[in-house]
């Protein structure tokens, strides 16, 4: 090997090790703009099959373009004054575990299809922008308004049992974007969450309730005992009678297991009376359901 073959081969090595270092300093991705000398270098580490251009312009370690976190990153960096809507947005708040299939923008700038991403023209009330940890986001109300139709109302009951929201919240960010497309369905879904359920089994149990015009319940109540405070599903306070719902995944969460059983427990012994139903219960025979309570009553 001649000088200047190793000259060369020098020179590919610390540009590969910048890279390295560049792709750790960007939280996994590479800005083309921000680093002009090394446009040809990306190119062929592309070419390559080393890197991958997850957004025009941005890089990404081959392999990590699927990770939801890089294709944030990647996004944010592109567009800083972009704000993630939708899922991209619950999981950068409330909602980290929900399904992200594709990263949705808006941004006031007309923004050519990408594969993964799906961008809005759009402007967002400075007062429903949160801006943390590098990254801009709708707030949890307009999120859940966003994923949410009578039909789908997983977020909104997720926001509201994390109280990341709270039903004034909720109807403050409709107030706000009075042009919004599905304001018609998000304020039926505001109506129907007037219990503020924390579950789609909740829900359901609200809608029994409310359709069998029985009265005098409350949601959510506080209930202390022993310095342990707990929260219950549905109350008659009046007659000590609690109604407690098991949602539809309630015994893969083996800690939510054991804490409803020492709820449960302590509201016997204080001399509460405690129906249980589960989701398939309600969905299936709500009517055997009213007719318990009304029993109860």
């Not at 446009?39 to 990404?60: K, N």
Request: charged fraction near 25%.
């Amino acid at each position: 090997m001649n000088a200047n073959d190793s000259d060369q081969q020098s020179q590919l090595v610390n540009t590969e090790r910048e890279i390295a270092r560049l792709l750790v300093e960007g939280n996994g991705v590479i800005l083309r703009r921000d680093h002009p000398r090394l446009g040809s270098s990306l190119a062929r580490a592309a070419r390559q099959s080393r890197l991958v251009p997850v957004l025009p312009g941005v890089y990404a370690a081959a392999g990590s373009e699927h990770d939801p976190r890089v294709k944030m990153v990647a996004a944010a960096r592109r567009d800083p004054d972009a704000v993630f809507t939708g899922a991209a947005a619950a999981r950068l708040s409330f909602w980290p575990e929900v399904r992200l299939d594709r990263v949705e923008l808006a941004s006031r700038h007309h923004r050519a299809p990408q594969r993964g991403y799906l961008f809005h023209r759009c402007r967002i009330p400075p007062e429903l922008i949160v801006q943390r940890s590098g990254f801009r986001y709708t707030a949890p109300s307009l999120t859940a308004l966003h994923m949410s139709d009578l039909d789908h109302t997983d977020a909104i009951d997720t926001a509201l049992r994390t109280r990341a929201a709270t039903l004034e919240s909720l109807h403050h960010a409709l107030r706000l974007t009075p042009k919004r497309p599905g304001n018609v369905d998000a304020r039926r879904v505001l109506l129907d969450s007037r219990d503020a359920p924390w579950s789609r089994a909740e829900r359901e149990g609200h809608r029994l309730l409310r359709a069998a015009r029985l009265t005098g319940w409350q949601t959510n109540m506080a209930f202390a005992d022993l310095g342990c405070l707990y929260y219950l599903d549905i109350a008659f306070p009046r007659i000590r009678l609690a109604i407690e719902i098991d949602g539809r995944f309630h015994h893969d969460d083996l800690q939510v297991f054991e804490a409803d059983r020492w709820r449960q427990n302590a509201l016997v012994l204080a001399g509460w009376r405690v129906l249980r139903f589960t989701w398939l219960m309600l969905r299936d025979h709500p009517d055997q359901f009213v007719q318990a309570v009304r029993r109860a009553l």
